[in-house]
């Protein structure tokens, strides 16, 4: 594996996690990138978040909730400064979850999560990849 706070290659696109963001020693092994079609509909904006949280790369700061249904952003900030460029052409977080509600996520309310924040969307779910041509995206959130 890479050193900690080394450059990780994801899908053409590399992430650098920092040294605040390195796996744990016992991270599972990396899984080899879903290919970025899940079908002829599917936005590619769902690709990306798919493939961000599915990521071990990526599990120090966003990862499936423990349910598998939906994810949790543990650092708002570093996900917006490492994570959102990497990705989308800005690091806005607040674009980002307006983008979330374009296509029916909602955050979980949830207060012993400190400063980590939970979206989840019915179809959304960890091993349900060719579910994202099913989610739709509406005129306004």
Not at 53 to 80: K, Y
Not at 91 to 115: A, D, E, M, P
Request: aromatic share 12%; glycine share 8%; proline share 12%.
């Amino acid at each position: 594996g890479a050193a900690a706070g080394s450059p990780v290659p994801m899908a053409g696109r590399t992430y650098s996690p920092g040294p605040a963001a390195a796996p744990a020693a016992s991270a599972p092994s990396p899984v080899p990138p879903l290919p970025l079609s899940a079908g002829p509909r599917t936005p590619p904006f769902l690709l990306k978040l798919y493939e961000i949280v599915n990521s071990p790369q990526t599990d120090a700061l966003v990862h499936w909730r423990a349910c598998g249904q939906g994810f949790e952003v543990t650092d708002v900030g570093a996900f917006a400064s490492r994570i959102l460029p990497a990705f989308f052409k800005h690091s806005n977080f607040r674009s980002f979850v307006r983008q979330l509600h374009f296509y029916g996520f909602y955050k979980v309310i949830n207060s012993t999560l400190g400063s980590s924040i939970e979206f989840t969307h019915p179809l959304f779910s960890r091993g349900c990849h060719a579910r994202l041509a099913e989610i739709k995206r509406s005129a306004a959130p």
